[in-house]
């Protein structure tokens, strides 16, 4: 067949599917946690698919990574320590590599194919492995929290798969616990949070569960992303109680740092303006996020 539906057989199918041309499958396989497939599109480049879901495309990937990384990353004056949940491919480290300030960057990916894969089909992704501040730790998250110094982290990014599969613990409340434990006072989480059109429960849940356990503040921010199911895709940021952290405006602003302007490290998606749009929300998303 000339197309492949993703979504169609998950506990997430909403009655709707969205559909790439392909143009060949370059890479199909099984890992112990998931079947793992790469093909070629015609109109959106290499696509990552886990478990018939769409990971990421070339071309749409920067809205994303750009996004769950710098809403994080520039409303904090000087990231030093960050960690990475998922995000095996790579995406997001290339991305937090760009802030001079950070010192170290921890990735906790559970599946080694996906890396691999993303070597070999995704460069442009994987490059974020070269930095040398970055440390590969391939293991479950969820006990790598477990075991992590407390206090530790100034910022934590989750990059991890929608919670079916090796992300379901990911959205419960020991998890997010663990979380705000590994972060300093007024340390920042930046976790995706699915489609507003479509996943409304899911987020009220994540939503209630935030507010009871980061009282530095929860925010619900968005981003267009023409692959994700319904073309857009939601950040939950949250803080830990500590110096104040405003989401809403960016105090340590992308185009003053000097890492993410040059040697063609541009953004193609984020800055600033961006940043303070993205937590406008449409009316009847701030009704049924409110009441949470
Ligand atoms: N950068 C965008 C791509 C992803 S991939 C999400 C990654 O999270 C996958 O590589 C998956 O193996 C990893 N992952 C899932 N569960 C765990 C876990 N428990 N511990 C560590 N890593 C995990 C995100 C796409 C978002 C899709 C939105 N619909």
């Known amino acids: 067949t000339s197309t492949i539906q993703c979504g169609l057989s998950c506990f997430f199918y909403t009655g709707e599917a969205h559909s790439l041309k392909v143009e060949k499958i370059l890479y199909q396989g099984k890992s112990p946690y998931q079947e793992v497939l790469v093909f070629e599109s015609s109109t959106y480049g290499n696509v990552l698919v886990l478990d018939g879901i769409v990971q990421l495309t070339d071309k749409d990937e920067c809205a ?3 996004m769950v990384t710098h809403l994080a990353l520039c409303s904090i004056p ?3 320590n960050v960690l990475v949940v998922g995000g095996g491919d790579g995406g997001v480290l290339r991305e937090i590599a760009k802030h001079d300030s950070v010192e170290s960057i921890d990735i906790c990916e ?4 996906v890396i691999d894969v993303c070597k070999d089909f995704f460069p442009r992704l994987y490059v974020g492995y070269k930095d040398p501040r970055v440390k590969l730790h391939v293991g479950d998250a969820v006990e790598f929290l477990r075991n992590s ?7 934590i990014i989750v990059d991890s798969s929608d919670p079916i599969g090796p992300a379901q613990e990911l959205v419960e409340k020991p998890f997010f616990q663990t979380i705000a434990r590994a972060l300093k006072p007024g340390g920042v989480l930046s976790n995706l949070a699915e489609s507003m059109w479509l996943h409304t429960h899911l987020i009220q849940d994540m939503l209630s569960i935030c507010r009871e356990v980061f009282k530095g503040g929860v925010h619900y921010a968005w981003a267009s992303v023409p692959t994700y199911p319904s073309g857009v895709i939601g950040f939950l ?4 109680e500590g110096p104040p952290v ?16 040059k040697d063609g490290r541009e953004m193609r998606f984020y800055n600033s303006e961006i ?9 009847f998303v701030k009704r049924e996020l409110e009441a949470y």
Do not use: M
């Not at 559970?110 to 194919?113: A, G, P, S, V």
């Not at 940043?275 to 009316?283: D, Q, Y």
């Open 64 to 66: 994303y990574q750009e």
């Open 78 to 80: 000087s990231p030093k």
């Open 110 to 113: 559970i599946d080694q194919l």
């Open 149 to 155: 110094p407390e206090g530790k982290y100034d910022a």
């Open 237 to 240: 940021l949250c803080a830990k």
């Open 246 to 261: 405003d989401f809403l405006t960016p105090v340590n602003p992308i185009e003053k740092i000097e890492g993410a302007t």
């Open 275 to 283: 940043h303070k749009a993205a937590f406008i929300l449409p009316t």
